[in-house]
């Protein structure tokens, strides 16, 4: 009978231990669904915020590109019925590999094309990680103690590239003998070129941080303008580009965006502090930044800031840009000057690193040829050599003393 105790107590000790091992998986399972809840609650939401983007700005696109999204065949052609998003379409609605790219959870993407006077338009979606909330509160956490680190912030970027008289360059010509003068040729292909500049409309709170990240906007000097609100400032190389450029339609609209607004920039200098003169290149491109808003997908009242004039304005500006950025001379000398005196110091640097480069290989050639002679010498005569190297030294070390006093 022990022999059969022992089995039971066996068992019975085996049951208990599966007991609680079921316990300790019930205990964490209501966190692992609170976790994928909260996952696709979060992702559910900014799907929400980008479909309503969506719904105003894809038709405000459509309207203006021939393709929109990464799909040729995406634009115009598919009339005002196919740009127009229902709220009771899915959250899915233009949402895809074509139209509105979902790159990650918290980032989304588009693109646009096929436009007089304009390449391409790159627009960023970026979101806060709600399907994380862990990560979205050490985030926001870190941005305030640390001033190194970003806040999170729901915002859109739009960089749009105007072909500058490149129609040639950047856009292939169609076969055939009509595909030859389908485009402009170099030489005559500045019927979409303007002067180059940068200027730009900036959000005070905004201010700072766009002028420490961004170098072309160190070319710049910051003034308050009487005809823009007061949480608004313009960065500008001259007053007479502020004028031409500060159209009462685009004071309108970005009032209108409120804080919803980020920055409007138009430049040709590069992001980042160039270190190589190649990098001066002037690359024209228009930069709109806006925060997303989350009351479109609750309530809207006439009151409530809204950005779709603004975006509607800056995919024209380009057409602007090239029927009125063309500048006195005496403005045009000024906005040259500044980027020849930029690519003068670049120029500098470059003679100076090839002088201290040839200066560096002289002096290498020239202890190897006395490594060389030494070697060559009798024990004698490397001695007697290096003391005359030691006396020569030493009278030199006196003449450069006696020229200071």
């Given amino acids: 009978m022990s022999g059969l105790d022992n089995i039971v107590s066996k068992v019975a000790e085996g049951a208990s231990q599966i007991a609680q091992s079921a316990g300790q998986e019930l205990l964490v399972l209501p966190f692992i669904l609170i976790a994928i809840l909260v996952h696709l609650w979060g992702t559910r939401v900014n799907r929400r915020i980008v479909r309503a983007w969506a719904d105003t700005h894809i038709p405000l696109l459509r309207n203006e590109y021939a393709q929109v999204g990464f799909r040729a065949g995406q634009g ?57 909330p862990l990560s979205w509160a050490a985030e926001s956490v870190g941005g305030v103690v640390f001033a190194s680190l970003d806040t999170p912030t729901e915002q859109m970027e739009a960089v749009t590239y105007p072909f500058d008289g490149k129609e040639a360059e950047l856009v292939p010509l169609p076969s055939g003998p009509k595909g030859a ?3 402009p040729r170099k030489g005559n292909s500045s019927a979409s070129a303007y002067d180059n500049v940068v200027w730009a409309i900036v959000h005070k709170d905004r201010m700072q941080k766009v002028r420490d990240e961004r170098y072309d906007l160190s070319l710049t000097s910051t003034k308050d303008h009487p005809k823009l609100p007061n949480w608004l400032t313009v960065m500008s190389e001259s007053a007479e580009v502020t004028e031409t450029l500060l159209t009462a339609e685009l004071i309108e609209v970005v009032a209108a965006a409120g804080d919803l607004f980020g920055h409007l920039i138009v430049t040709d ?20 930044s806006t925060r997303l808003s989350t009351t479109s997908i609750t309530t809207t009242t006439a009151a409530t800031p809204t950005t779709g004039p603004l975006f509607a304005l800056f995919l024209r500006l380009p057409d602007t840009l090239v029927s ?18 930029q690519q003068s110091k670049l120029r500098r640097a470059a003679d100076d690193e090839k002088a201290e480069e040839r200066q560096t290989k002289r002096d290498r050639e020239k202890k190897e040829k006395r490594d060389q002679t030494l070697r060559a010498l009798s024990v004698d005569d490397q001695r007697k050599f290096l003391e005359r190297e030691r006396d020569k030294e030493w009278k030199k070390n006196v003449k450069k003393a006696s020229q200071r006093a």
């Avoid at 052609?77 to 895809?96: H, L, R, Y």
């Avoid at 009125?324 to 020849?340: G, I, N």
């Fill in 269 to 288: 200098q590069p992001l980042d502090r160039p270190n190589k003169l190649e990098e001066t290149t002037a690359q024209k491109r228009i930069y709109l």
């Fill in 76 to 132: 115009q052609s598919q009339g005002p019925s196919a740009a127009k998003v229902g709220s009771s379409q899915s959250d899915t609605a233009f949402i895809d590999d074509e139209v509105v790219k979902e790159k990650t959870q918290r980032e989304y993407a588009t693109y646009a094309t096929g436009r007089q006077n304009v390449a391409y338009t790159e627009i960023t979606l970026s979101l806060f990680k709600r399907y994380n």
């Fill in 181 to 183: 003068d389908a485009l």
């Fill in 324 to 341: 009125t950025a063309h500048f006195r001379p005496e403005v045009a000398r000024k906005l040259r000057q500044t980027r020849d005196e």
